[in-house]
């Protein structure tokens, strides 16, 4: 009967990312008024971003992307069990890290990220999409600035142990990537919906020409 989102903030260091609760007990929720619950981490509390919940055999899971330590480097995908929508219960589970050449494209200039390593491996934004008996986890590997950011999949069985690392199978190479006869290039950080029809899409971003992924650029005005 109540409405959730979930949000990245940090207090303008990036260092600081964490992932926090507002809720809405409204039925519609496009009324009523939505209250921050707070911040949601496991008892680890590290860099975290791109949290999705979903439910399986009547438990409330949340998979976001994180760090493993205190320093930028490596983005990984983690899974931790919820008691309620705003709190963690388990230890937080790795269950992928960059680990192929697909996923490792991330070089950094340091005029345009200042204060960042020279290169970042990258899993991140996973969404979970159903079949069946089957849970398929997607996320996006390498660096969103480049035209390699592609979707990996990883994939379980309902009522497994989704804690457990070994239970998730992951795909050895991208499912969704760049292509240039559809003139997309950074094909990425997705969601998946069903139509009335029963039919389940998928939403992503990309770019429609090569090496757009480029920063902002100002004019004196």
Not at 107 to 131: A, S
Not at 149 to 169: E, K, V
């Amino acid at each position: 009967g109540k409405w959730y989102i979930y949000v990245a903030a940090d207090a303008a260091d990036n260092q600081t990312h964490r992932i926090w609760v507002l809720e809405n007990s409204n039925t519609d929720p496009l009324e009523g008024e939505w209250q921050m619950k707070g911040k949601i981490a496991d008892s680890s509390d590290k860099w975290a971003i791109d949290a999705s919940v979903f439910e399986d055999q009547g438990k409330l899971y949340m998979i976001w992307s994180g760090w493993e330590g205190d320093e930028n480097g490596t983005q990984s995908i983690y899974i931790a069990r919820l008691s309620n929508p705003w709190t963690v219960e388990s230890p937080r589970t790795r269950i992928s890290t960059p680990q192929y050449p697909w996923e490792k494209v991330g070089d950094i200039d340091p005029k345009v990220l200042p204060g960042n390593p020279p290169h970042i491996d990258v899993n991140e934004g996973p969404e979970i999409l159903r079949h069946g008996d089957k849970i398929f986890l997607t996320y996006s590997g390498s660096a969103c600035w480049t035209d390699y950011y592609s979707l990996g999949m990883l994939s379980a069985i309902s009522g497994s142990n989704l804690l457990d690392a070994a239970a998730w199978t992951k795909s050895p190479q991208p499912v969704f990537q760049q292509s240039a006869a559809a003139s997309a290039y950074a094909t990425g950080h997705n969601s998946f919906f069903k139509s009335p029809d029963g039919r389940d899409w998928i939403l992503y971003h990309a770019n429609s020409q090569p090496g757009q992924g480029l920063p902002i650029a100002w004019t004196k005005e």
